[in-house]
């Protein structure tokens, strides 16, 4: 029996079968299950040093679109109950906010009212998150560049963060009680390089509070209790931890991290099902870059927004787009959420919930609960594979709409070679991974093969990989990508003309 379930793991899933079916096989009392889970499965969240539930409470579902019929609070209720500790939401989720205010009004956790608790407070991981890209209001206009927000009258990330806390803890209107905070502040949906451009300006260019600066410097005032920026006069600290989130562009969530050479960021939320692979992959490309780097890594859109389960391939827009069923028979949702937690570099994961149930068979929180109480590299590459190959047959593999289109393995990036004192130097940036991770690079120099180095997560830009030589380079350099099954694709340079060529 694994002692993390009431019951064995070979019951468990048949109640979950149970649950879709709608057979009543667990006992009918006047306990709900939450009355009897065992203290929830925890992991280590990145270099943070906390201990997150493998299940996160996420901020959309019915929490952001409600139907007539649900009580938005009862779900974060019910999350507290389930012992789950770690909770999500976002400026741009709609009256998700909102609802947390009135769940923590109901739970005592409004600093500053009667019968605060603190210690319950202390006890969850709270998470909100901005796509404003600008420090402070007055931005130049940016191709390909977004500074959005659900507020109105919101101008700047800092608007962005304090709209949060006014809708989580305060009045609504601006206004919040002393002690509020947020454990992680996030730079949402990161999805071009231009934006990780803006993002980091002001910390890798000259900080001027005469001219505007990007989202991360102003945070960091905020997040220090330090008025760099300006932006802080109170020298108020609103966030204890900054990250970021994304789910479409795997070099451009790589490059907001390896620019990061202050180690601001120590989250970061990203798209990771079980059809991944179809895409330009997560799972071989920022993940492993993240969790090199310490980042805590929380995944999302285990079953593609319901696509999993019959929505158009699109993203949600009203009540009517909330699934609110337990999985379906031809895919149990606990082999999709087992897919995703079978990762270990998945510290939790966020659902969003559309419905919960005193029948814990009806219940998708309570469902979805037991099924993340899951340890990694539980999955055989078999059994993987086989979730990989029944939900590529859910119409006909087009259900990330969110990803990038499939890659190939990519060539080494940016070849660079400099010769001092009779030696050489050879530098590259590293290639993206397709279908297996990156095994190594090997380098040829005018048709020879002088060696290889291995593949390692690059976690700086400012630290390239490196093939050092005892003579000087002349003449042809080509740099291998080897992945683990075997395929290459190369990059080749000629004196200060680098071309790429794939086979």
């Known amino acids: 029996m694994n002692k993390h379930y009431p019951v064995s793991r070979r019951d468990y899933l048949t109640l979950s079968a149970a ?25 280590t969240f990145g270099n943070t040093g906390y201990k997150v539930t493998t299940l996160g409470l996420g901020g959309q579902g019915s929490i952001q679109w409600t139907p007539d019929d649900v009580d938005p609070a009862a779900i974060i209720q019910k999350a507290f109950d389930l012992g789950i500790n770690f909770f999500d939401t976002s400026n741009m ?63 700047c990330a ?13 009045d609504d209107d601006g206004n919040y009680p002393k002690g509020a905070y947020f454990d992680f502040f996030l730079i949402h949906s990161i999805t071009g390089f231009e934006e990780v451009d803006v993002l980091y300006r002001g910390i890798e260019t000259p900080l001027d509070p005469d001219e505007n600066f990007g989202a991360l410097v102003a945070l960091r005032d905020y997040r220090d209790g330090t008025n760099l920026t300006g932006t802080n006069p ?54 492993p870059v993240a969790r090199a780097k310490g980042l805590g890594i929380i995944g999302m859109k285990v079953f593609a927004d319901a696509v999993m389960y019959g929505k158009e391939a699109r993203f949600s827009q009203t009540p009517v787009d909330v699934y609110r069923k337990v999985g379906s028979p031809e895919l149990p949702s606990h082999q999709l959420i087992e897919y995703v937690l079978n990762s270990p570099d998945i510290d939790t994961l966020i659902i969003g919930t559309g419905h919960v149930d005193d029948d814990p068979l009806k219940c998708q929180l309570t469902q979805n609960y037991y099924a993340a109480q899951f340890e990694p590299n539980s999955l055989s590459a078999e059994e993987l594979k086989e979730i990989e190959r029944k939900t590529a ?70 630290k390239p990989f490196v093939f050092e030589t005892d003579e000087p ?31």
């Open 158 to 170: 800092v608007g962005d963060l304090k709209r949060a806390l006014s809708q989580v803890y305060g």
């Open 93 to 155: 989720y709609g009256p998700s906010q909102v609802n947390y205010n009135a769940a923590f009004n109901k739970l005592n956790l409004i600093p500053g009212e009667a019968g605060y608790n603190a210690k319950l407070r202390e006890s969850i991981y709270l998470t909100s998150k901005t796509l404003m890209r600008w420090g402070r209001p007055g931005w130049p206009e940016v191709e390909n560049v977004r500074n959005v927000s659900n507020g109105e009258e919101v101008q």
């Open 393 to 462: 047959k859910i119409n006909g593999g087009q259900t990330n709409y969110f990803q990038l289109d499939k890659n190939g393995l990519s060539s080494p990036r940016d070849i660079q070679v400099e010769t001092v004192g009779g030696k050489s130097r050879i530098t590259w940036q590293t290639a993206y991974a397709a279908d297996a991770p990156i095994s190594c690079y090997e380098v040829v120099v005018n048709g020879v093969e002088l060696g290889e180095v291995p593949h390692r997560p690059q976690t700086l830009k400012s």
């Open 234 to 287: 109170k020298k108020e600290k609103l966030i204890r931890h900054l990250g970021f989130s994304g789910h479409n562009n795997p070099p451009a969530m790589i490059d907001m991290i390896q620019r990061d050479e202050d180690n601001l960021m120590e989250a970061m939320l990203v798209s990771m099902n079980a059809n991944d692979k179809l895409y330009f992959n997560m799972q071989n490309n920022v993940m």
């Open 19 to 43: 649950a879709i079916s709608g057979a009543a096989l667990y006992p009918r009392d006047s306990c709900s299950m939450s009355s009897k889970v065992p203290a929830p499965l925890m992991r």
């Open 473 to 503: 380079v002349k003449g042809d350099v080509v740099v291998r990508t080897v992945d683990a099954d075997g395929d290459k694709s190369y990059a080749r340079i000629k004196g200060t003309i680098a071309r790429n060529v794939s086979n």
